[in-house]
């Protein structure tokens, strides 16, 4: 079963790459700064994740965030945004990974620059996600989804909790999708509890910094 499973692999530059994706890893999040929840990586960094990744037909998605901290982006940062989607385009990777919110809800306008940017990549909306409120969030599925967006990358509820307190949650999030985008669960899976996880909510992709074993 879990050999038909993609396993996303959340990278902080290049270092784990080759033997996350030796160890089974399907598609590259490509990150700087785990430690604040990623940030954009460098043009460098991309380059040649894309290049070593891409002959092993794993794709990689790089995450679009000027900084750590909310998700309420001011003028300049958007241009920072737009402008390091271009970069990204223009080094050949698969996709990008975004989230932007404006008081309480998706920042309408600010996503529709970011995707016809992104245009034609594919698109996974962040854990942004879960700082909206349950019924928001069913709202939001449904907007991602109208606009061309991939995925949404979601715990299902607070990260400082294990994603299995959060599988009722997720299970109806998939629900609501009905298969419209990809509900991606993410933070806090491993070799250990990935197969349970996956039974769980059905599953066809997961995501994380430990989903697959580094271990040497």
């Known amino acids: 079963?879990?050999?038909?499973?993609?396993?996303?692999?959340?990278?902080?530059?290049?270092t784990n790459i080759p033997l996350a994706i030796a160890r089974g890893a399907g598609r590259i999040e490509l990150c700087d700064n785990l430690a604040v929840g990623g940030t954009t990586p460098s043009a460098?960094?991309?380059?040649?994740?894309?290049r070593y990744a891409q002959r092993r037909n794993v794709p990689v998605m790089v995450m679009?965030?000027?900084?750590?901290?909310?998700?309420?982006?001011?003028?300049?940062?958007?241009?920072?945004?737009?402008?390091?989607?271009?970069?990204?385009?223009?080094?050949?990777?698969?996709?990008?990974?975004?989230?932007?919110?404006?008081?309480?809800?998706?920042?309408?306008?600010?996503?529709l620059r970011l995707i016809k940017e992104?245009?034609?990549?594919?698109?996974?909306?962040?854990m942004a996600f879960?700082?909206?409120?349950?019924?928001?969030?069913?709202?939001?599925?449904?907007?991602?989804?109208?606009?061309?967006?991939s995925r949404i990358?979601?715990?299902?509820?607070?990260?400082?909790e294990p994603l299995e307190e959060h599988i009722d949650w997720l299970k109806q999030l998939?629900?609501?999708a009905k298969g419209r985008l990809v509900i991606l669960p993410g933070g806090g899976i491993t070799p250990e509890n990935r197969a349970k996880i996956i039974r769980a909510l059905d599953a066809a992709e997961v995501h994380g910094t430990k989903v697959v074993d580094l271990h040497i």
């Open 130 to 149: 879960d700082a909206l409120s349950h019924s928001q969030q069913l709202k939001a599925i449904d907007w991602l989804a109208d606009h061309g967006v």
């Open 153 to 160: 990358l979601t715990h299902g509820g607070a990260l400082n």
């Open 118 to 126: 992104a245009a034609p990549l594919a698109i996974t909306f962040h």
């Open 1 to 14: 079963m879990e050999k038909r499973i993609l396993k996303e692999f959340c990278a902080e530059n290049f």
């Open 64 to 111: 679009i965030r000027p900084r750590g901290g909310d998700f309420s982006y001011n003028i300049v940062e958007n241009c920072i945004m737009e402008e390091d989607i271009r970069m990204a385009r223009r080094l050949q990777a698969d996709g990008v990974v975004f989230g932007c919110l404006k008081k309480d809800w998706l920042d309408e306008e600010l996503l």
């Open 44 to 50: 460098g960094v991309i380059a040649e994740t894309v």
């Open 174 to 176: 998939i629900a609501h």
